[in-house]
């Protein structure tokens, strides 16, 4: 049964960083895509950032390109979520997705089937 579990959020001041951590158990992320989600209180849940762990090809929405870096331990089966920068519109509960899912879809949420539990972060003085 595959399982993943976010980590690392909290409360930082604005211009701070953070990095999330998607540990995923009882698959082999190397034939999948791992995706990080955010939703804000009153909002859809939108898309952040992509990587296909076959080649590492990574994908960034604006707000995040620049800012936040999305990477991959193998060998430990995590997939991260560097923030920089981080502002109050950050705010949100982050969320990592997997899925055989192509870089032409990525950020259809609809499309993953496995979700983390989420993890809150703050960016607030």
């Known amino acids: 049964q595959v399982h993943l579990v976010e980590s690392g959020g909290g409360l930082v001041q604005p211009g701070g960083s953070l990095t999330l951590a998607c540990a995923a158990s009882?698959?082999?992320?190397?034939?999948?895509?791992i995706a990080w989600f955010r939703q804000a209180p009153g909002k859809e849940r939108e898309a952040v950032s992509w990587?296909?762990?076959?080649?590492?090809?990574?994908i960034y929405t604006h707000s995040a390109r620049g800012r936040f870096a999305i990477s991959r331990d193998k060998a430990k089966n995590i997939v991260y979520l560097q923030m920089n920068s981080l502002k109050p519109d950050d705010k949100a509960v982050y969320y990592c997705?997997?899925?055989?899912?192509?870089?032409?879809?990525?950020?259809?949420?609809?499309?993953?089937?496995?979700w983390g539990q989420g993890t809150q972060v703050t960016a607030s003085s």
């Open positions: 997705a997997l899925d055989n899912v192509q870089d032409s879809s990525w950020d259809g949420y609809e499309l993953y089937a496995c």
């Open positions: 009882g698959v082999t992320l190397r034939y999948y895509a």
């Open positions: 990587i296909h762990d076959s080649d590492g090809r990574t």
